[in-house]
């Protein structure tokens, strides 16, 4: 049951990637905006998750994988923000690639607290 719970999760994750992407199509000059936001908002859910499984055990081990392992490994883009950093470096656009690099991290590990702390203080 948790494999199929972790590919019906993963297919959501994907889809709803697919689609953030589509409403995004359009960069802010040259910065990779949907993939960006994709991670930052996978960064603040993996840290709702994590309290809400670990912390609080208010969802099952089998729903904390397939959420974890399914929704938001299929959802975030890790892959796809170092194709694009490694493409802005390739086009000699060196400020905005370690612009990107820095903000994905530092705003990424932030949102996985607020996400944490919201979590906590809500439930």
Do not use: H, W
């Not at 953030?20 to 936001?37: C, D, K, M, Y």
């Not at 656009?93 to 607290?113: E, R």
Request: glycine share 10%.
């Amino acid at each position: 049951m948790k494999f199929l719970m972790i590919a019906f999760f993963g297919l959501v994750g994907i889809f709803s990637r697919y689609g953030i992407n589509i409403f995004f199509r359009e960069t802010a000059g040259g910065l990779p905006v949907a993939t960006f936001l994709i991670n930052l908002l996978g960064s603040f859910l993996i840290g709702v998750v994590y309290v809400l499984g670990i912390e609080r055990a208010a969802i099952s081990d089998d729903l904390r994988m397939a959420l974890m392992v399914g929704l938001l490994g299929g959802f975030t883009t890790f892959s796809a923000y170092s194709l694009e950093t490694a493409v802005l470096i390739k086009n000699n656009q060196n400020a905005l690639a370690l612009s990107y690099v820095l903000a994905s991290t530092v705003c990424g590990v932030v949102l996985t607290f607020i996400g944490i702390f919201l979590t906590r203080r809500l439930i």
